[in-house]
């Protein structure tokens, strides 16, 4: 449950007559009702109010739900008198006027909205006021309500105030002296700001509903002590939601963060051998390395000078091995060339742009390159199914890491990469995936290897191949990728659910 849907559920038991018990000595509400209606009478007698034909009685078939038999059902106009602003041609700019001792003021809907009545700029005559706008005066006590855009936000008139007049965007409600102003405010916050968004006219613009709907809505009126016990009640818990929403927006930030740092926590459990157990059978990673070195000799591979590190990031199985990147790949890590492209042709280019940011691969970006020049890329340089791709300069991608495979190629093209990425291709001894997801892993680190200057950093290709990799036997490279590949889905899966 929400924050939103635990204050609502509260709002709605309390005008259910569910918040807190009812006492009979507290009386019933037709009592109350009897006094309601008895001021208005009084008023409509000194003529400060008009009388108004009686609305329908309440039928069986118009209650929504029951309550307390000392509750009442009454109508919305039961409560007061309720009026809305002037006509628009009535108020116009025009008509304002600088303040003055002989000026009176025009409240406006941010009255309402920010509860403050000293806000606003707007005055007319005390001319036009006694002339044409004395009916919409707003008096202390009196509700405001905003009933244009931002809908329903009452605000009740201080003691002090300049005297003045609602605009067209407010309606002004005038309640009964033994009407409870919380109480009723509540009632109109949970159910006829809901029902004015829901029921309003226009499209782009909500308005409260026409005063014929509006005056018979349908209000369970308790007994007015209960009135005050409910909006102590609710008093005393809005606290706890408020606290139980700090609450909540905390474990929906960790939920949020929860995917990700389970694909993190699978991914560093794999590079440290927690992933899967460790196979006697399946030898270990220094026979392994043997054979890659051996394999390596039928390549020519220019070597980077890498620097001895003794110091190794974490513990590995005794079958491991640390290398480095560049001790298990069978093609120089390097940049590709900066290429001359033209419109069309049998080569594409793989540039930084078809790395896509959720590792696949788009070669749709990709341009052509100009054959003219096409013996400057000897065969080994052209991309292979497996090679791993490394966005290698600055643009806010450096660092992003994908996989190119045979299925992303178009027409069977050949294709070269630009001189922003970096293409890493494993020996045949290796699982590639097992180094994907190895390189995936260090992302983040490699993202803010870049060197050079702001507008164009460049992550050295020694960087990446100093990379220390913890190298496990060949079979459990290919458990340990299948553990992974059987538990990544299920953390997007869970990534979709959380939002």
């Keep these: 449950m929400t924050p939103e849907q635990l204050k609502v559920s509260i709002l709605q038991q309390a005008i259910k007559g569910e918040l807190v018990e009812q006492k009979s000595e ?3 509400a037709e009592e109350l009702y009897q006094q309601i209606q008895e001021e208005k009478q009084k008023l409509i007698k000194e003529g400060k109010i008009k009388k108004e034909k009686p609305l329908a009685e309440i039928t069986e078939d118009e209650i929504p739900y029951d309550i307390p038999e ?10 007061g008198v309720y009026k809305k602003g002037p006509f628009g041609s009535a108020l ?8 003055s001792e002989t000026t009176v003021k025009v409240y406006e809907q941010k009255n309402a909205i920010q509860k403050d009545a000293t806000l606003g700029e707007y005055y007319i005559t005390r001319e036009y006021f006694e002339e044409k706008m004395s009916g919409f005066e707003v008096k202390p006590g009196d509700v405001i309500v905003s009933c244009a855009g931002t809908i329903g936000e009452t605000y009740v008139m201080p003691e002090k105030i300049e005297q003045g007049i609602i605009n067209q965007a407010l309606m002004k409600m005038s ?3 033994s009407v409870y102003k919380p109480y009723f405010l509540l009632f109109f916050d949970v159910v006829l700001k809901k029902s004015a968004k829901e029921g309003s006219k226009g499209s782009a613009i909500k308005n409260i509903p026409p005063f014929a709907v509006l005056k018979n809505y349908l209000v369970p009126l308790p007994p007015l002590e209960e009135q005050h016990r409910i909006i102590a009640k609710i008093e005393e818990l809005l606290p706890y939601v408020d606290r139980y929403a700090e609450a909540y927006e905390k474990l929906m930030l960790l939920n949020a963060k929860f995917p990700e740092n389970m694909r993190k926590s699978i991914l560093q459990y794999a590079i440290q051998g927690k ?5 006697p059978e399946e030898g270990t990673a220094e026979e392994l390395y043997q054979k890659i070195q051996e394999e390596r000799k039928n390549y020519k591979i220019k070597e980077l000078s890498i620097a001895v590190v003794d110091d190794v990031p974490f513990d590995i ?3 491991w091995k640390w290398v480095n990147l560049q001790d298990v790949v069978k093609k120089t890590i390097k940049r590709g060339k900066s290429p001359k492209y033209t419109e069309k042709s049998n080569v594409q280019v793989f540039a930084q742009k078809c790395n896509a940011k959720t590792g696949g691969i788009n070669m749709e970006l990709a341009l052509f390159l100009d054959e003219a020049v096409i013996d400057k890329y000897p065969i080994e340089e052209y991309m292979c199914d497996g090679d791993i791709v490394i966005n290698s300069t600055g643009g806010g991608t450096m660092g992003r890491v994908g996989v190119f495979h045979d299925t992303d190629r178009k027409n069977d093209m050949a294709i070269v990469p630009d001189g922003h990425v970096t293409v890493i291709r494993a020996c045949d001894c290796i699982d590639y995936k097992y180094l994907y997801y190895y390189i995936k892993h260090n992302q983040k680190y490699l993202e803010t290897q870049g060197a050079g200057s702001t507008n164009q950093t460049e992550l050295k290709p020694l960087i990446i191949a100093s990379l220390m990799l913890p190298l496990p036997p ?9 553990k992974i590949e059987e538990l990544l889905p299920l953390c997007s899966k869970l990534s979709v659910e959380t939002k």
Excluded: C, H, Y
Excluded at 92 to 99: D, E, H, L, R, Y
């Design 275 to 279: 992933l899967v157990e460790q196979r």
């Design 26 to 28: 507290e009386g019933t």
């Design 317 to 319: 199985p005794e079958s």
């Design 70 to 79: 000392s509750w009442k059902w009454v109508r919305f106009n039961d409560f």
């Design 175 to 177: 309640l009964m002296p």
């Design 474 to 482: 060949i079979k459990e490279q290919k458990r340990i990728v299948a």
């Design 92 to 99: 116009t700019k025009s008509i304002f006027v600088p303040k």
